[in-house]
Every structure is written in C-alpha cells, then in structure tokens.
C-alpha cells in the first residue's frame, strides 16, 4: 500500500529563518509527487508536481526537490504570509488515478 | 473565477439526515475526484469520475454515499443517513486528461457537521 509520511508536524519559525519540511514516500513506481499550501478552513492550493529524482521547482521563497526516496520543501527567509499547512501527495503506478496524502507540516512564521 | 467551486461551503445536520453536496469543476476538466479531510489529516480518496464514468470507489464509500456525475459536468455527492463520524470537509478536485499535467485542482470545500 503507497505510503506518504511528513515531517514535522509542525514547525515554527521566526521570519527570514530558513528550512526545509520532508516527505518521505513508500510506492510501487511513482508517477508524480506533489506539493500543496492549505489555509485553515480552505481547500489545497497546488504549489509543485515533481516526476523524476533529480528535479527541482522553484516559486518565490519556496524550492521542492525530489529525491528516490523523499522530496524536500524549503523555504527561504520566509514570512508570515508563508504560514500555512504543506501537504505531500503521490500517484503511483497502483493508483495512479488518486493522490495518496501525507498528514502534513503545519508551518507557523512568526514576525 | 475559473475555478473549481463547490456548494454549499458549510452544512449542519442532525444525525440521520441526508445530505448532497455539488461540485463544479473547471470547464475543460474531464475527470472529478472527491476527497474527504478530518481535522489533522490528509485528504482521503473517496471516488473518481472520467467524464460521466464512476470509474473507482474507496473502500471507505459506505453504502451510504453516492456520487453523480451527469453528463459529464458537474457532480452531486449524497449521504443517506448520517453519523457523527461523516463530520468531515468534502473536497473536490478537477484535472485535465492528457496534457503536460496531471495535476489536480481542489474547490474550498464542504464542511459538514453533524450533530
């Protein structure tokens, strides 16, 4: 069974303290991982796709990277404004019609 | 707006009640997802249309729930008989077929609660 697993749950950062959230995955042939920005209360918002270990994507303050194993998200001297849950999801090659989420990094910027 | 919208945002209801919610997707999406979200978690799978096509179900559609897709536009998701354990947001989610992408938009959401 395809498996997405984040850490942390949560973090907290001041502002312009850089880091990176991870996500760790377990799948049967991976089609495609992706990265969301969910506000309380409101649906995902995509932010990245990755397909292939190796590649990077970049948006403003945030960079996602792919790994075989595991994709990072870091950001960069973040904001406020960056404050927000990350979700991690996944097709694979057993579902490749349904994300499989993570639980999510519930981020917390502090001015 | 463009995107994908869904109705109503938010729904009480008391324990044994049906309820439907509709999803819209954006226009030139042909496949439809449902997803259901508890307070901490990821979203789960729920169901999948391509076009008018229910083509996959989770094991976690009870007996109670239905999805419509008429059509092939938007969609209609019911549950019969609630219980306080289909408290939950519903989302919603579109994607194009073929493409460059295989990405997935979401609406904002249903919340229902269930009393």
């Known amino acids: 069974e395809d498996q997405v697993t984040q850490s942390p749950e949560a973090l907290r950062l001041q502002e312009g303290e850089s880091s990176s959230l991870n996500c760790s995955y377990t799948?049967?042939?991976?089609?495609?991982l992706f990265w969301y920005r969910q506000d309380p209360g409101k649906g995902p918002e995509f932010l990245f796709t990755l397909y292939s270990a190796g590649e990077e994507k970049e948006k403003e303050r945030l960079k996602a990277t792919l790994t075989k194993k595991e994709s990072f998200l870091h950001i960069t001297a973040p904001k406020p404004e960056d404050s927000a849950t990350y979700l991690c999801a996944v097709y694979s090659n057993t579902g490749f019609q349904k994300l499989v989420f993570g639980t999510g990094t519930r981020l917390l910027v502090s001015p | 707006d463009t995107g994908v919208s869904q109705d109503p945002r938010h729904k009480i209801t008391k324990r044994g009640q049906n309820v439907t919610f509709r999803c819209d997707p954006i226009?030139?999406?042909?496949?439809l997802y449902w997803y259901r979200q508890t307070l901490g978690q990821g979203p789960e799978f729920l169901t999948y249309f391509q076009n008018e096509a229910q083509l996959e179900k989770s094991r976690l559609l009870s007996d109670r729930f239905s999805a419509e897709r008429p059509k092939g536009s938007f969609s209609t998701l019911e549950i019969q008989r609630t219980e306080q354990g289909d408290s939950a947001m519903y989302l919603c989610a579109s994607r194009t077929s073929g493409g460059s992408t295989d990405t997935q938009y979401f609406g904002p959401g249903t919340r229902l609660t269930v009393l």
């Open positions: 226009s030139e999406h042909n496949r």
């Open positions: 799948v049967s042939g991976l089609r495609g």
